[in-house]
Structures are given as C-alpha cells and as structure tokens.
Nanobody, 118 residues
Framework: QMQLEESGGGLVQAGGSLRLSCAAS????????MAWYRQAPGKERELVAL?????NTNYGDSVKGRFTISRAKNTVYLQMNSLKPEDTAVYYC??????????????WGQGTQVTVSS
C-alpha cells in the first residue's frame, strides 16, 4: 500500500557531501515520521536521523552537526556533509504513515549504498 523509492547514494571522498532522497507513494492518507537508518557490514542497523510530522528532528550522535534531515510533502531528504569513512553503509529510509483504510504502517526503502573513501 506504500512504496518508497530511494536515490542519491554513491562513492565520495572523505570530507565530501551527498544528498539522499526517498519518495513515498501509494495509498497514503498522511505521513507521521520519516527517518533514515544505516547498516554497515557486520553491524546492526542504526538510526541516523528522524523527522516527525511537526518538523522536529532527532539525530544519532555520530552524525550531529554534519547531517541534516528535511522533508517536503511525501519526500524525505538527508544532506550529508563532511563525510567520513565510518559513514560507509547501506542507508535505508523508513516511513510511518496512515494509509487508506485507516491503518498505520511502517515501510522501508530498498537501501542505497554510500561509500566514503579515505
């Protein structure tokens, strides 16, 4: 009932920037939280940043001051600056939304690879 399409990953040198996008579509009535998670090889998935329906944001400690999450309509963005090799991971967007029929559901994007070279 909801589809998420991610884009913007790639290879960048340390100190560089990337911008990720995630567009939600489908039978969406309203969107609550939108978030980015990441998972590096051999590590658990971790929250990178979250933005709620009121525009309030929350960041993981390792990205504070470097990453910025924002949203416009049904799209969430992650601006990543001053990238470090330890930011290398697969990045996933996650959206909590109310869909047609009245149910709330949380769906995940397919993931996009971000690789930061030293």
């Amino acid at each position: 009932q909801m589809q998420l399409e991610e884009s913007g990953g790639g290879l960048v040198q340390a100190g560089g920037s990337l911008r990720l996008s995630c567009a939600a579509s489908g039978n969406i009535v309203s969107i609550n939280n939108m978030a980015w998670y990441r998972q590096a090889p051999g590590k658990e998935r971790e929250l990178v940043a979250l933005i709620d329906g009121g525009g309030n944001t929350n960041y993981g400690d390792s990205v504070k001051g470097r990453f910025t999450i924002s949203r416009a309509k049904n799209t969430v963005y992650l601006q990543m600056n001053s990238l470090k090799p330890e930011d290398t991971a697969v990045y996933y967007c996650a959206v909590l939304a109310k869909v047609v029929g009245g149910n709330y559901r949380k769906d995940w994007g397919q993931g996009t690879q971000v690789t930061v070279s030293s």
